[in-house]
Every structure is written in C-alpha cells, then in structure tokens.
C-alpha cells in the first residue's frame, strides 16, 4: 500500500531566515568548521497567508511542524535553510502558515503547503501550485511525471502552465489557481484527519473540479469527494478478478495462459500473487465473522478499508435490496416526480431518497459505522470481479464476488443493468468544462448480452426542482464508511 506522506527526511537542521525577525529551533552542526554547509533558499509565494510562519523538515512524515523536528518561525515570506547534512538538498519542503482565512469561508484554519524538494535548484518556491505537484507525487508519481500531470492538468482548464512550472508557479496565469488552491487546502486541513489524502485528491481530481474550485463554487460534498478520490489513489486496489485465461484457438476460457495470446490480465497482479480480493464480513455491530457465515450485514474490504453495506432481502425493512431512491445530497434536492418514484411512495417505509438513507444507517450506528455516504464511481468500480461467473435466476451474471455480496439484483425493467446510486456526476459538454450527467455504471452482466460489466455511461441529466421533469431518475443504493 502507498503512503500518501512525504518522504523521510532524517536529518538534523539549522534554519537562519534570510533578513530578521527570525528564529529556529532543532539540533545543530552549523558550529563544526570541518563540515561543508548546505543552503537551501526560498520564498512562500501564495497571497493571503497569515503570519507568522513555520519552515520545517517533516521528519515523521505527517504534514506537521513537530516540536521535535527542525525549524523555523518567521514573520516574512523568505527563508534558508542551512544544514551540514547534504538530505537539506533532496528532500521535501513543507511551509505550515498562520490562520488563513478563506476567500469562500469565514473560518480561520491552518495550513500546510509543500514543494519538491530543492536539489540543485538555487531558489524554491513554494505555494499552492507546487503543493499540487506534491500531490502528484503523494499518488506515486516520480517528480517529472508529477509535473507532467498538473501541466497536462492546468491546460485542459484553459491555462497555460509556464515551461518551468516549478521555477516559474509565481507567473500571473497561475495567480487565481494558486489563491483558490490556498482556500481549498485551507478548507482540507480545517474538515479532514487525512490532510494528506486531501492533497492527493485535489491534484488527482484537478480536471474534474477545477472549474467550480476557480468559479468558487465548490460544494461541501465536493470536497469530500476530493479527499476520498486521495485516500483512493494512495490505498492498494483491488484487483480485475480476472483468473482465467481466453484461448485464441478455441475462443473459451481456460485456467491454463494461451502461447498464442501472452500478456493477460489474469497472469499479473494481485489475483496470482496475493490471492485476489480479500474481503471480511461483518455483523450489525461491524465486528468480524468467519468467512463462511449464513448470516453477515457488511463486508469490509481489507485493501482499500471501506465497509460496505450488504442489502436485506426483506420487503418489510427499509433497506430492501429491491428498493429504489431520489439522489439527495447536501447540494442535489431531488424533483417531487423521482420522489414519486421513489419505493417509499408505494412501500411507505423510511427513507425516500439517498440522503435520508445515510442519515438513518448513520443514525443507528448500523455496522458500527456512523459515517454511511454514497460511494463514487471509482469507489464502485474497485468492488467489480470481472471473474464472477454466478448468475441469478434469469442468467444475468453477477459482477461481485457473490460470496460476500449475495444481494445483487439487476434492476428494473426500464434500467436492467444493476445500476446504483454515486455521488459522482460527469461533465458532458465538449470541452468537459460544464453539464452534469448522472453516472451509470453496469455492475451485472445482462442475460441478453446487450450490456457488459463495468460499463460507464452519462447521457442523462439531473431533474431540477421547480422544471418539467420529462426523465425522472431512481436507482438502489449501497452506502459505505469507513
């Protein structure tokens, strides 16, 4: 499994700020003559950070100025760094600001921004966009491939990333997305215990919520999708599920590689080396049974962490595997016609739509989890088993390990392709810049053929409250926590 820190930094520090109204702390060498002295210069370019602030070398790796890590409080915007240790020079740089008010929040949070580290560079910058770069590299991307990544990223947003992005993150293109990205890691730091993930997750999801972080429209929950899309890309993943090889020859499958076609999916990764998908069930009260339990409530995926929710197949309870839901959220109100939809309408039991659902696991502490939400598409996709081969009475083939998830269910007539709710939406204008479509994926493989599993659609737009609503949506949901 990644970790999504900075890298190790085991040295020991002396800090001078280059000018006054300085001061360090930490062990030193700077007194022996007889060792060479390394410098590393800087400056804090984001607008709007609070003073004073605190340089320092991150040494246990957890986005924090720790009393017993080497540094430096400053009430300006400049700094150096000298060591005798030659690590100054190769490793990360991490800048902890003063209360930071947001330009979209009137709640005053610290901060934590990074850079790369200096190497043979004579000058660092550090702010928002080098925190993104660090991002990248929290994901487990090399240094060139981080920049890469946030270069491709900031042109796919209509702005023009200098040649050096590093060097150059202070150039006036960037000025709105640096102050923006400033808020935005002001709100991470202030609502999530993982400000790591955070990071990971606003460089990962850069394309996908740009424009509303530079519009300053992003949502409460956007911002949690942002830190989940982080834990997600720093977590080991699950693997396709595929263990069987497709002979060529013969056109079946077969346990056995095919010479003719090498290279399958079901010769790598975790399927051969680690046994597959490892899953545990749990009962109400979220703790552990054995695996060949009749009788479980959730399973919890031991790669990733997330528990999911296993549905009931009782048509008296209100989580019915049949059941079907309103997307609600903090920032989607659903259209009185999908409410009318909605099973609750004709079942009347709790719960018409997604929110009201999560508030009632939430409430009852159900698996001993209180933090039931939808999960995003990425988080569907990673429970896919493209290995399944169980089906259910009409032939339709299951896409999760049945095992532990034998409460599947295709769908209604109108939508027979075992699709559930997400809190993911996609962009589907040309540009990718605006439009939101619901997010359909295929999680059963229909009997007819006509769909396959792990298929993703968005042709489909969100009703609005108080307009015609000609295509009213409702789907089955399976929450998780973690």
Not at 384 to 390: N, Q
Request: net charge negative.
């Amino acid at each position: 499994m990644k970790s999504l820190q900075l890298a190790a930094l085991p040295v020991a520090l002396t800090m001078a700020l280059s000018g006054c109204n300085g001061s360090g702390s930490g062990s030193s060498k700077a007194d022996d003559q007889d060792l060479p002295l390394y410098d590393v210069s800087g400056r804090v370019s984001s607008s709007n950070l609070g003073l004073p602030m605190t340089v320092c070398a991150d040494i246990n790796r957890d986005w924090a100025c720790g009393s017993d890590e080497p540094s430096v409080s400053s009430n300006q915007y400049n700094f150096t760094l000298t060591s005798a240790d030659i690590r100054v020079k190769t490793s990360p740089l991490l800048v902890q600001t003063g209360p930071a008010v947001s330009a979209r929040s009137s709640v005053s949070s610290p901060l934590s921004l990074a850079a790369p580290a200096a190497r043979e560079n004579a000058f660092i910058l550090i702010n928002g966009v080098t925190t993104l770069v660090m991002g990248e590299m929290l994901a487990g991307a090399s240094l060139d491939a981080a920049v890469a990544a946030v270069s491709h990223k900031l042109k796919a947003l209509g702005i023009t990333p200098p040649t050096d992005l590093l060097a150059s993150s202070d150039v006036v293109a960037l000025a709105e997305l640096d102050t923006q990205m400033v808020a935005l890691f002001g709100l991470l730091g202030a609502g999530s215990d993982d400000y790591a993930a955070a990071v990971a997750g606003a460089a990962k999801g850069l394309v996908t919520y740009g424009p509303d972080l530079l519009a300053g429209t992003l949502s409460a929950s956007q911002i949690q999708e942002i830190v989940a899309l982080g834990r997600m890309s720093g977590k080991a993943l699950n693997d396709t599920g595929m263990v069987q090889h497709l002979n060529l020859s013969s056109g079946q499958m077969s346990d056995q590689p095919d010479s003719g076609t090498p290279g399958q999916d079901a010769s790598f990764g975790l399927d051969v080396t680690d046994g597959g998908f490892k899953f545990t069930k749990l009962d109400e009260k979220g703790q552990p049974l054995p695996p060949d339990s009749a009788r479980w409530h959730c399973v919890k995926d031991e790669r990733t962490g997330l528990i999911w929710e296993v549905k009931a197949d009782d048509k008296t309870s209100f989580r019915d595997k049949h059941r079907v839901f309103a997307l609600e959220t903090e920032t989607i109100t659903p259209h009185a016609n999908e409410i009318a939809l909605a099973s609750c309408s004709a079942d009347h039991l709790a719960a018409c739509t997604t929110q009201a659902y999560s508030e009632k696991l939430n409430t009852s502490g159900y698996c001993g989890q209180t933090s039931w939400r939808l999960p995003t598409m990425n988080e569907q996709y990673d429970l896919l088993d493209f290995g399944e081969t169980a089906t259910d009475a009409a032939g339709n083939t299951y896409g999760l390990k049945v095992r532990f998830f034998n409460d599947q269910t295709i769908g209604s007539d109108d939508l027979p392709y075992g699709f559930y709710w997400s809190s993911t939406l996609l962009r589907t204008d040309p540009g990718y810049t605006a439009g939101k479509a619901i997010t359909y994926l295929t999680q059963m493989s229909g009997a007819d053929g006509g769909t396959g599993l792990g298929e993703l659609t968005a042709y489909q737009a969100l009703c609005v409250p108080g307009e015609e609503c000609l295509s009213p949506n409702v789907m089955a949901v399976r929450m998780v926590a973690e």
